[in-house]
């Protein structure tokens, strides 16, 4: 009869139901619609897609709290939303409204320069970004229930997301190889947690599920993320800053569930009409880029 | 013995997992091909709104339905039991309707009321010869809120069915792919062999399941 909620189980469970989806960014009800109706598994919600927060600038905040209500009243798959990196009061009013899953995310300016939030002090789950292994069992160590790529955040270049998804994948199948004496320096290479780098070691994969995020525009985009060994994908920017965003949006999530099927991206991707513009990373200054916030 | 996933998007790779532990092939099902010579199915948790969408325009929607109208056996979880049930949310025609039940979505609330509990699964539980509490977990989990008299209920949470059965099919709003415990597996593959012998003996056939698969473009 007992209900025990926000379990470590049942918070990186949602995250296992909405595995080989695509989570889609949008800012208004309409917006989340499209998404529903392109066949999304889940919405984020916010203010500004990364790439209007990259052109306007400014500080980007967690969303107002009316657009969340607004969104998880126009669709029924789960909704999430932004917290800043260590801002814990925007986390707990986005527990407070319920939303599903909770990102703290370096697209928004994050609003502590040492402390990630503690994330096991809430029922809510969270995702985080990351760029490489180390940083992906750090977010773990601090309650993290599901992990994505960081990527380059309204870019509209993939070259990120695949740096970040081969470094995590290329450590994990390196972590695997050590004999157990060669874990306690490679613990100290990773800056990560013993017990968790022992455990990794010994499954050869994250204890949770780990999505591409940042820089996802096209079809073949999402399915190349999806044979690089994610387990599903954001798309931020790429939806509504393309010319015809329920058309891209569809074509998205097929190519994301028939990633295999050259075919098929190849069908579902004619005639989408531009693709977001984007900007290169290698001309975003790196005092410019979202993906080196966060540590 | 060969067992079809329904591998659109959710927890597929768990149940796969699980049946693998015990020994079974399976093979994920993405487009109507991908369905012959199954002997099962298994309809993973997921998102109901987008795992009905895509069934639909991959064509996989009207072939699952004449299957389980033949009795293939069916093990649905969370997501894929809604799409079985009568009426969802008070509505008929937009589900498969293979089971008997009607059903409200999300009906615990939204992820931060999902939970862990210890459910009694008496009769389950002695077919696999393991004790009884078996560690449920309900995500965004839907409730069973009425049962037709042709469905057994084989466990409940604060009075509700939140596992039943009818014919070939097992139905389950919590996630038995998530935690170690293989006993629901096991009593459905139970159903998958009672099925097989029953076809054995000239019931409606392999022949049958298969026309109803059909050709799809």
């Known amino acids: 009869m007992d209900e025990e909620r926000g379990t470590w189980e049942a918070k990186k469970g949602l995250a296992q139901m909405l595995k080989g989806g695509v989570i889609m960014d949008?800012?208004?009800?309409?917006?989340?619609?499209?998404?529903?109706?392109?066949?999304?598994?889940?919405?984020?919600?916010?203010?500004?897609?990364?790439?209007?927060?990259?052109?306007?600038?400014?500080?980007?905040?967690?969303?107002?709290?009316?657009v969340i209500v607004r969104i998880q009243e126009a669709v029924t798959i789960p909704v999430m939303a932004k917290a800043r990196i260590g801002h814990f009061v925007e986390a707990q009013v986005l527990e407070a409204l319920?939303?599903?899953?909770?990102?703290?995310?370096?697209?928004?300016?994050?609003?502590?320069?040492?402390?990630?939030?503690?994330?096991?002090?809430?029922?809510?789950?969270?995702?985080?970004?990351?760029?490489?292994?180390g940083e992906a069992l750090r977010r773990l160590s601090e309650g993290a229930a599901m992990i994505r790529t960081k990527g380059e955040a309204g870019s509209g270049d993939i070259v990120e997301a695949v740096r970040h998804m081969r470094k995590v994948q290329g450590q994990l199948r390196w972590l695997k190889s050590l004999r157990p004496d060669e874990l306690y320096a490679a613990a100290k290479e990773l800056q990560a947690p013993g017990q968790l780098v022992t455990e990794?070691?010994?499954?050869?994969?994250?204890?949770?599920?780990?999505?591409?995020?940042?820089?996802?525009?096209?079809?073949?985009?999402?399915?190349?993320?999806?044979?690089?060994?994610?387990?599903?994908?954001?798309v931020g920017s790429g939806i509504f800053k393309s010319e015809n965003p329920a058309a891209r949006a569809k074509a998205v999530v097929e190519a994301t569930t028939h990633y295999e099927d050259p075919a098929r991206i190849a069908q579902v991707s004619r005639g989408l009409g531009v693709a977001m513009r984007g900007n290169q990373v290698a001309d975003i200054p790196e005092t410019e880029r979202l993906s080196v916030r966060g540590w | 013995m060969k067992i079809g996933v329904l591998a659109l998007q959710g927890a597929f790779r768990e149940h796969e997992e699980v049946l693998g532990r015990l020994g079974i092939r399976t093979v994920e099902v993405r487009k109507p091909d991908d369905l012959h010579g199954c002997d099962g199915l298994v309809l993973p948790g997921g998102e109901t709104t987008t795992q009905r969408k895509l069934a639909k325009t991959y064509g996989l929607w009207d072939p699952l339905a004449r299957l389980g109208g033949r009795g293939m056996p069916i093990l649905a979880t969370c997501a894929g039991l809604i799409l079985l049930a009568t009426r969802i949310d008070g509505e008929a025609g937009s589900s498969l309707g293979l089971l008997d039940i009607d059903i409200r979505r999300n009906a615990y609330g939204r992820q931060v009321f999902s939970f862990e509990t210890s459910l009694s699964v008496g009769r389950t539980a002695e077919t696999a010869g393991r004790a009884d509490p078996f560690r449920a977990i309900f995500i965004r989990a839907p409730r069973i809120v009425r049962t037709g008299p042709a469905v057994s209920?084989?466990?409940?949470?604060?009075?509700?069915?939140?596992?039943?059965?009818?014919?070939?099919?097992?139905?389950?709003?919590?996630?038995?792919?998530?935690?170690?415990?293989?006993?629901?597996?096991?009593?459905?593959?139970?159903?998958?062999?009672?099925?097989a012998a029953s076809r054995e003996e000239g019931k409606p056939g392999r022949d049958s399941m298969e026309t109803a698969v059909g050709n799809h473009p």
Not at chain 1, 126 to 133: I, M, S, T
Not at chain 2, 166 to 172: A, E, M
């Open chain 2, 153 to 195: 209920v084989l466990a409940s949470h604060a009075g509700e069915p939140v596992a039943v059965e009818q014919g070939n099919i097992l139905g389950l709003t919590f996630h038995p792919e998530l935690t170690p415990d293989p006993r629901f597996h096991t009593h459905f593959l139970e159903i998958v062999r009672r099925a």
């Open chain 1, 98 to 133: 319920e939303v599903d899953y909770i990102d703290e995310s370096e697209v928004l300016t994050p609003a502590d320069e040492k402390n990630h939030i503690d994330k096991f002090a809430f029922k809510v789950p969270f995702v985080c970004g990351c760029r490489d292994l």
């Open chain 1, 200 to 234: 990794v070691a010994r499954t050869g994969s994250l204890p949770v599920v780990n999505f591409a995020a940042g820089g996802v525009a096209t079809p073949a985009d999402a399915a190349l993320m999806m044979q690089l060994g994610a387990d599903g994908v954001f």
């Open chain 1, 26 to 66: 949008v800012t208004t009800p309409e917006q989340a619609k499209i998404a529903e109706d392109a066949g999304a598994c889940a919405v984020m919600a916010l203010e500004r897609v990364p790439a209007d927060i990259r052109a306007e600038g400014g500080v980007a905040r967690m969303a107002d709290p009316e």
